[in-house]
């Protein structure tokens, strides 16, 4: 049973930083896609970081040279770094994880970027 489990969000104030966790458990950690997606109300989830078995690693273009996806194969955790943060980015944040031509998702952290 996959269970993906994230944490870490919150309030800030713009310009700040937040660091958000996804422990995951079920899978193969090292064989598995691991990505974040975000989604505001009335709107389509969309992604924003993906991370490969491999290592490599994509962004949407809002969040490049802002936010890093990380990895700790140790922990079965993935990590969202989210520097410079602006209003736009209050979200819900999810994390997702494709195993085995299946995807996962935990239930979601709320961020919420405000003076």
């Known amino acids: 049973q996959v269970q993906l489990v994230e944490s870490g969000g919150g309030l800030v104030q713009p310009g700040g930083s937040l660091t958000l966790s996804c422990a995951a458990s079920g899978v193969i950690f090292s064989l598995t896609e691991m990505s974040w997606y975000r989604q505001v109300p009335r709107k389509e989830r969309e992604v924003v970081a993906i991370?490969?078995?491999?290592?490599?690693?994509r962004y949407t273009n809002s969040v490049k040279g802002r936010f890093a996806i990380s990895r700790d194969s140790a922990k079965n955790t993935v990590y969202l770094h989210m520097n410079n943060l602006n209003p736009e980015d209050t979200a819900v944040y999810y994390c997702s994880a494709y195993w085995r031509n299946s995807r996962y998702w935990g239930l979601g952290t709320q961020v919420t970027v405000s003076s």
């Open positions: 991370l490969s078995p491999g290592g490599f690693t």
